[in-house]
């Protein structure tokens, strides 16, 4: 038996695999946020409810992305009965990031792309 399959087996969790998921969690949410952004944009949306629009659908997207993707395959293995069931450490790096972390990531593109296109509206 090789050093790398003693390692597997000892800590099934491969770095690049949660790499490679993150990455594509992170470009979901930044590609959401600035849809988002043209969204709020055309809506005419303005100050907090703009905002509030942000976090409600970036949550939803979040959302969604861990029913279709991350549920299906976590109910499938058998550690997750002795984890909860929103519990995402298994494929990605903390469930906090997994929950919150495009929130932060996104919010400069959503920003941007709100102003832009609430300037091309409004104007």
Same mark, same amino acid.
């Given at each position: 038996? *090789?050093?790398?399959?003693?390692?597997?087996q000892i800590s099934p969790l491969v770095p690049e695999s949660i790499?490679?998921?993150?990455? $594509?969690?992170?470009?979901?949410?930044?590609? $959401?946020?600035?849809?988002?952004? %043209?969204? &709020?944009?055309?809506?005419?949306?303005?100050?907090?409810?703009?905002?509030?629009?942000?976090?409600?659908?970036?949550?939803?997207?979040?959302?969604?992305?861990?029913?279709?993707? %991350? &549920?299906?395959? *976590?109910?499938?293995?058998?550690? *997750?009965?002795?984890?909860?069931?929103?519990?995402?450490?298994?494929?990605?790096?903390?469930?906090?990031?997994?929950? &919150?972390?495009?929130?932060?990531?996104?919010?400069?593109?959503?920003?941007?792309?709100?102003?832009?296109?609430?300037?091309? %509206?409004? &104007?």
């Open positions: 038996m *090789s050093t790398i399959e003693r390692e597997l790499q490679h998921n993150s990455r $594509t969690l992170y470009n979901l949410q930044s590609l $959401t946020s600035s849809l988002l952004g %043209v969204s &709020a944009g055309i809506l005419g949306l303005e100050s907090y409810s703009g905002f509030l629009f942000y976090v409600i659908f970036s949550l939803l997207t979040t959302t969604v992305f861990y029913l279709l993707r %991350v &549920a299906p395959s *976590s109910s499938s293995s058998s550690s *997750s009965s002795s984890k909860g069931f929103l519990d995402t450490s298994e494929y990605f790096r903390g469930t906090f990031e997994f929950w &919150a972390g495009g929130l932060m990531n996104g919010l400069a593109g959503f920003t941007l792309t709100w102003t832009l296109f609430y300037g091309l %509206v409004r &104007a």
